[in-house]
């Protein structure tokens, strides 16, 4: 088994000579108060994986150390819903891709790991971080705890209220956990002050943990989703599904991810999208968002920040606005305003599908499958599976084969408080507004300053 876990991780954009600078490069903002005096930012990323985000070579190599760490749970199941299936009396055959079996219970070790060895090579002693639902959290503070770094978390409010055990093992990993927005630093006191009674977002996280990066030395920020080389490191998911469904016989007709900003579904679908430019397949790739933060399906594709105070460098990408603050769904991991670069660019190639869904038939869709599959989803990964369910549905009603493949992310055992809002009747749909995403987007900085630049580095 232990074959089946890659030695390389895959580049996609090897396969997208049409996607120029715009999934490549960033333009730096200057950030008041931050080394060096010169008031430029302070390049975050080690020079290895800057490298790593712009190559343009297929395959990279992962260091011994970190695959010597992934053979410690990886490869991991994939399975197919037979009960699932039957339920559903349909002639598609579904797979799912489980990264629950994960020592932190999703897929961000992948990349958490890696950064972790990376950031340590190049002499970093604490990196700090935003997160959502706390998954990434929790996978960076076991990463650093590792390899023998410091680690603060800046956690969404809403999700470190709705989430308490995830902040737990994040302590126990010995992470400092700071809901946000915190009064400790002006990021935080900034969105206070527009909003006191504000749940926080993602956006608002970041900001606040690269303003904690930039007042200390040795201290970097780390980030989960969206940047080339996180995308990069998760792709052993898909290679190892790819493998895994060769013994098979299989090939999926579509491949289904939920994206928040993009990690996830990245993971699992960059290495069949390889294999279809290879073989000339039909193979279809849907990104399944939250009504309540649709950026794929009603956001814009502009430069934007990636933060809430707009200290980031910008990326081109599909946006709701990088103000812009989505209702308090139990989805933490998918709340985040803005799509990585590289899928916002192959879905403005029209080389990816996205679908957009309330939460209740999501929480329906994951209740559906505990019931069937024995597997409690993560609300993020439910998503993915209302996707499947809606696919497999079509498939009866045309009389065809097809075969299904999605990311079953993470489990749902420290999200079991938002079952229990949904099986009391508690839980509603909570959609974005026209007026609050219009809002949101009237704040974009100006198209016309958006001239990237490469972002340099501070570590060798």
């Known amino acids: ?236 998911i898909g290679q190892e599904a790819l493998r895994q469904l060769e013994d098979l016989d299989e090939f999926p007709d579509v491949v289904i991810g939920a994206v928040g900003a993009g990690s996830n579904f990245s993971g699992l679908a960059f290495p069949f999208f390889h294999e279809k430019i290879r073989t000339g397949r039909a193979t279809r790739f849907v990104a399944v968002e939250p009504q309540a933060c649709p950026k794929l399906t009603r956001g814009t594709y502009a430069w934007d920040y990636n933060d809430f105070t707009g200290v980031t460098p910008m990326t081109k990408m599909y946006t709701l606005g990088h103000t812009f603050v989505s209702p308090g769904i139990h989805a933490g991991g998918l709340r985040y305003h803005g799509a990585a670069p590289l899928v916002s660019a192959m879905y403005e190639r029209k080389l990816i599908e996205a679908v957009a869904y309330p939460q209740q038939r999501v929480f329906e869709a994951g209740l559906t499958f505990a019931e069937q599959e024995w597997i409690t989803p993560a609300p993020e990964s439910a998503h993915a599976i209302r996707a499947a369910i809606d696919e497999a549905v079509r498939a009866r009603e045309e009389g065809r084969e097809k075969v299904i493949l999605f990311n079953l992310s993470g489990h749902g055992l420290l999200d079991l408080s938002a079952y229990d809002h949904y099986l009391s009747g508690r839980m509603t749909d909570q959609a974005a507004t026209e007026d609050q995403i219009r809002a949101s987007l009237d704040r974009l900085p100006p198209q016309s300053e958006a001239r990237p630049a490469h972002a340099g580095t501070r570590s060798p």
């Open 1 to 236: 088994m232990t074959s089946i876990v890659p030695t390389h991780w895959y580049n996609v954009l090897s396969d997208l000579a049409d996607v120029e600078d715009a999934a490549r490069l960033r333009r730096a903002r200057p950030f008041e108060g931050q080394r060096p005096a010169d008031g430029a930012i302070t390049p975050q990323i080690p020079l290895t994986m800057y490298r790593q985000s712009l190559s343009r070579e297929p395959f990279i190599e992962i260091p011994e150390e970190v695959r010597r760490q992934y053979l410690r749970w990886r490869p991991t199941p994939l399975r197919r819903a037979r009960n699932l299936e039957q339920l559903l009396r349909t002639p598609a055959r579904i797979y799912f891709k489980y990264e629950g079996t994960s020592p932190t219970g999703s897929h961000k070790l992948n990349t958490a790991l890696a950064q972790a060895y990376y950031y340590k090579q190049a002499g970093v002693e604490e990196l700090t971080t935003g997160t959502g639902a706390g998954q990434w959290g929790t996978a960076l503070s076991l990463a650093a705890r590792m390899y023998g770094l410091r680690c603060t978390v800046y956690m969404v409010r809403v999700s470190h209220e709705q989430k308490p055990y995830r902040r737990v093992m994040m302590e126990m990993n010995g992470a400092r956990v700071v809901p946000g927005p915190s009064t400790g630093t002006s990021a935080g006191r900034a969105a206070l002050e527009r909003d006191p009674d504000t749940g926080g977002s993602l956006s608002i996280a970041n900001a606040e943990a690269f303003e904690h990066a930039a007042a200390r030395e040795g201290c970097n920020l780390s980030v989960g989703s969206g940047e080339n080389h996180v995308l990069l490191h998760q792709t052993v």
